[in-house]
């Protein structure tokens, strides 16, 4: 059996709930009410429970989770206040910042490298056109400095940042070790080499291997897009041209497909990643991508490859898996290639340029 697989299976029958990803006593579910899963909705379905994440997850030499409790004691109370004040004004910026966070941490480690803004740098990159929620970290920053100035990076605040809007619209808790330091260089062709939804899982298999990553952690992290939404430019080619004579993708369901041609005619156009409960945090993807209806490629690939659609399959029926593996692959995504040695990055007091001294 394939060993990821395995590990799966093996998650289905622990006994003990983490209680680092469980959810914190006084952050709800901010869903519409139409979108809410009642307890009822999985009335019947096996209750799981799984293993710590701190049992088996390294967090670098030298990440702590009690880095700031001297230094900027407050620090996750400022992260959290800002967020609620933001994603009151825009519920998509939840989904912003997780895509924001995977763009950053996928080029040279989870530095903010990405938030770098000047002339050649990632966010100025053609493949970053579309990220969103930089206002967001700077409003956050802004705030830690006036609190703790010359303390946090922007790498810790944009990790914890991107924890917390998940819990908000829905997802796990995971404990955030801090530490990280910023980098200082951002190159804009680095920024191409991000999936971007056209590739083939062999290519990404490669692309998450590269970065510490495994199949598990490829079809979990996918299952970020239980919400959020892709321009429409994305998948204007699986609509209309998808094998250079003007046919459709043959992979999409058949209602689906008349429905994204009437959505997506123009290339600036936005479409829900998820087709079915677009702004709630749950299984139903995974459910989409069994019925042919994935947005991006490389979603729908995910049901028809040997080595995914097996977890596709299980975490569709398994929602309590799905949310801990979630914050269990999220953590081991924030801990990629950190910078955390003495000579290694800064700690920059604007997150948009390197320190000037």
């Known amino acids: 059996m394939n060993p990821i697989v395995s590990l799966l299976f093996v998650l289905l029958v622990v006994v003990q709930l983490s209680p ?21 909705h999985w009335k019947g379905a096996t209750p799981l429970t799984v293993p710590t994440i701190l049992e088996n997850l390294p967090f670098g030499d030298f990440l702590s989770f009690a880095h700031y409790h001297r230094s900027c004691p407050d620090l996750e109370g400022i992260i959290n206040r800002k967020l609620k004040q933001w994603l009151k004004q825009d519920y998509t910026i939840a989904a912003s910042l997780m895509r924001l966070h995977f763009h950053d941490c996928a080029i040279r480690g989870c ?22 929620g930089f206002e967001v970290i700077d409003d956050i920053k802004a705030e830690v400095e006036k609190k703790c100035p010359k303390t946090v990076s922007c790498a810790d605040i944009l990790t914890a940042a991107t924890r917390d809007a998940t819990v908000m619209v829905g997802g796990p808790y995971w404990m955030v070790p801090y530490g990280r ?11 191409e080499w991000v999936p971007m939804g056209h590739e083939n ?8 291997q ?59 156009d936005y479409v829900d990643l998820d087709a079915t409960t677009p702004k709630t945090f749950d299984t139903a993807y995974y459910s989409n991508l069994q019925r042919k209806m994935g947005l991006l490629k490389t979603d729908q690939l995910l049901y028809s490859d040997t080595r995914t659609s097996p977890l596709v399959t299980a975490l569709a029926h398994q929602p309590a898996v799905f949310y801990h593996q979630f914050g269990v692959s999220m953590a081991k995504l924030g801990n990629v290639q950190v910078l955390t040695g003495q000579d290694e990055g800064e700690i920059r007091t604007n997150c948009n340029f390197v320190n000037s001294y």
Not at 201 to 206: K, N, P
Request: net charge negative; hydrophobic share 30%; proline share 2%.
């Open 210 to 268: 590269s970065q510490g990553l495994n199949v598990l952690d490829l079809v979990v992290l996918s299952g970020a897009h239980t919400i959020g939404r892709s321009s429409c430019a994305s998948i204007q080619n699986r609509l209309f041209n998808f094998d250079g004579y003007g046919n459709s993708d043959p992979s999409i369901d058949e209602k689906y497909l008349n429905f994204l041609k009437r959505k997506c005619r123009w290339g600036s």
């Open 111 to 132: 530095d903010a490298s990405i938030l770098l803004n000047h002339e050649g740098s990632e966010r100025t990159a053609l493949a970053s056109k579309t990220l969103r």
């Open 201 to 208: 899982i062999t290519a990404l298999v490669e692309f998450f």
């Open 181 to 191: 330091k910023d980098g200082r260089v951002s190159i804009a062709k680095e920024a």
């Open 20 to 40: 680092t990803l469980s959810y914190p006593a006084d952050d709800h579910h901010h869903h519409d009410d139409d979108n809410n899963e009642s307890p009822e």
